[in-house]
């Protein structure tokens, strides 16, 4: 497997990827679960735990998973037959550097496309989330359907609802996704510090890095939260600021669009008004 991990280094050396590696099937499993990735690369041996059950795995906590899968022709055969739906490409051995960077290229620009082709759908579904919203009465339930919901359609490694204290003029997590447990129960954030805060002060969204060149604070605020992309929004009720919906990236996969600010925005609309209503 370590030659395998080395042609891919190589191959993608060049390009800006932020790429990470396994040493065996159950590492890769592992880093899945903790991490979000666009795409993955793994070879197919026909027995044990191969690339196409970890494909399959990793799909069944994030169906978007794009995969290359390279191994022997007759192997193949039976890996595309088994494997789930979803946007991959297979790269018969032996191959060239080039023939695997072009399989990645154009999964990778095959699950771009269709990110984009569901976001043009995406009228109908944002008038059925709403119904959705509306009808959950249970706060709880409310909080983790609204983050569950975000996650999706963002494609975020990270998702936190919180909701501002105004006697303390404080925030704290009411539901996340990405986040260890530890910091759901202990943040607070205290309302004009940090990325969260700054959005609770000034009651407008945030898209980061993009205005983090004229703001020297959030770019440090970046660095100290291991985000290299965010979208920060208020979420806002009659007028007044009731609590903050983060959605953040890791060093790795694209940043967040304008059509995901636009997506997010309209989210946060209706899930301020279900929870003022809940």
């Known amino acids: 497997e370590q030659g395998l991990i080395q ?57 978007t998973l794009a995969a290359v899968l390279v191994g022997d022709g007759p192997i193949m055969d039976d890996a595309a037959r088994s494997l789930p739906s979803g946007t991959q490409s297979f790269v018969t051995e032996p191959f060239t550097g080039g023939e695997l960077m072009r399989a990645v290229e154009e999964t990778l620009g095959r699950r771009r496309l269709q990110r984009e082709n569901k976001r043009l759908k995406a009228a109908l579904p944002l008038f059925e989330i709403s119904k959705t919203l509306m009808s959950e009465v249970d706060l709880s339930r409310l909080f983790d359907l609204i983050g569950k919901i975000v996650w999706e359609e963002t494609e975020a490694d990270r998702v936190s609802l919180m909701l501002l204290d105004e006697a303390t003029q404080e925030l704290t997590i009411k539901a996340a996704l990405g986040l260890p447990p530890e910091v759901v129960n202990k943040a607070k954030v205290k309302v004009g510090r940090g990325i969260a805060g700054w959005v609770a002060k000034t009651a407008e969204p945030l898209m980061l890095p993009e205005q983090a060149e004229t703001m020297p604070h959030l770019k440090a605020a970046m660095v100290q939260e291991e985000v290299s992309s965010a979208l920060c929004m208020p979420l806002i009720a009659k007028g007044r600021v009731i609590g903050v919906l983060n959605s953040s990236k890791r060093m790795r996969g694209a940043p967040f669009t304008s059509s995901d600010l636009e997506l997010l925005s309209i989210l946060c609309g209706q899930a301020a008004i279900a929870i003022e209503n809940a």
Request: hydrophobic share 45%.
């Open 7 to 63: 042609a891919v280094r190589r191959s993608l050396a060049e390009k800006d990827l932020d790429i990470e590696t396994a040493s065996g099937a159950r590492e890769a499993i592992e880093l899945g679960s903790k991490e979000r990735f666009d795409l993955l690369v793994a070879r197919v041996r026909g027995v044990g735990l191969d690339g196409a059950e970890v494909v399959a795995t990793i799909r069944r906590a994030d169906p």
